[in-house]
């Protein structure tokens, strides 16, 4: 089966960086995804990883280390806007191949002024 | 280019009764899948639809069922409603099967008394 695992919450401030780990149990995947979820929103996708490394957009950054079973998040020069919830979402390998994707719990970011 | 439409965004049903929800993925995307999402279980895959063919089912009952139709758009039924399927239903769509990247819709939100 599939298991993800995050910090339930982070608090940073405005301007700082941030780091939101994403540990994984998994029999395989194709690649490791985050998406980000305002409070009454829909989640809304941020960056795909592949392969291991970094793959950088903007001011988020994220990272994945298959033989570390991790991965992370990395948010840059935070702004107000930033508070959300943020998952890790991972598309087993197995059954027909297709979206669907086992989400982590997600990790609730606050930025303070 | 519209995003995911998923209609109607808020609904309230007795104990027993069933409901229909809409999906209308993005222009171009065959690829439509369904999440639940609660506070105590997170996003939980329910199936997922390519072509008018369900690729993949999550581990729901068979009171969850789906189609979808041949100009893509999906819709989800839920039977015998019980007070835990009080949730958010997300639909997402993806430009093809092997995305990392899904387009959610801002969701159904299902009240059961």
């Known amino acids: 089966g599939q298991s993800l695992e995050q910090p339930s919450e982070v608090t940073a401030v405005e301007g700082a960086i941030v780091q939101i780990n994403c540990t994984y149990q998994?029999?395989?995947?194709?690649?490791l995804s985050w998406y980000q979820q305002h409070d009454g929103g829909a989640p809304t996708f941020l960056s795909y990883?592949?392969?291991?490394g970094l793959e950088e957009t903007g001011r988020f950054s994220s990272f994945l280390s298959r033989s570390d079973s991790y991965g992370y998040l990395l948010l840059q020069e935070l702004q107000m806007k930033d508070s959300a919830s943020y998952f890790c979402?991972?598309?087993?390998?197995?059954?027909?191949?297709?979206?669907?994707?086992?989400f982590g719990p997600g990790t609730r970011l606050s930025v303070l002024p | 280019k519209a995003g995911v439409t998923q209609t109607p965004r808020y609904l309230i049903k007795t104990r027993g009764q069933q409901v229909t929800l809409s999906c209308s993925p993005i222009s171009g995307h065959r690829s439509v899948s369904w999440y639940q999402q609660t506070p105590g279980q997170g996003l939980q895959f329910l199936f997922e639809?390519?072509?008018?063919?369900?690729?993949n089912k999550g581990n729901f009952p068979g009171r969850f069922s789906g189609r979808q139709f041949s100009n893509s758009r999906s819709e989800m039924n839920v039977s015998t409603l019980e007070l835990g399927d009080s949730a958010l239903y997300l639909c997402?769509?993806?430009?093809?099967?092997?995305?990392?990247?899904?387009?959610f819709g801002e969701g159904s939100r299902l009240t059961v008394l």
């Open positions: 990883n592949a392969l291991d």
């Open positions: 997402a769509s993806s430009l093809t099967q092997g995305s990392g990247e899904l387009f």
């Open positions: 998994t029999s395989g995947f194709y690649g």
């Open positions: 979402a991972v598309r087993p390998v197995g059954g027909n191949y297709g979206q669907n994707f086992v």
């Open positions: 639809y390519f072509s008018e063919t369900q690729r």
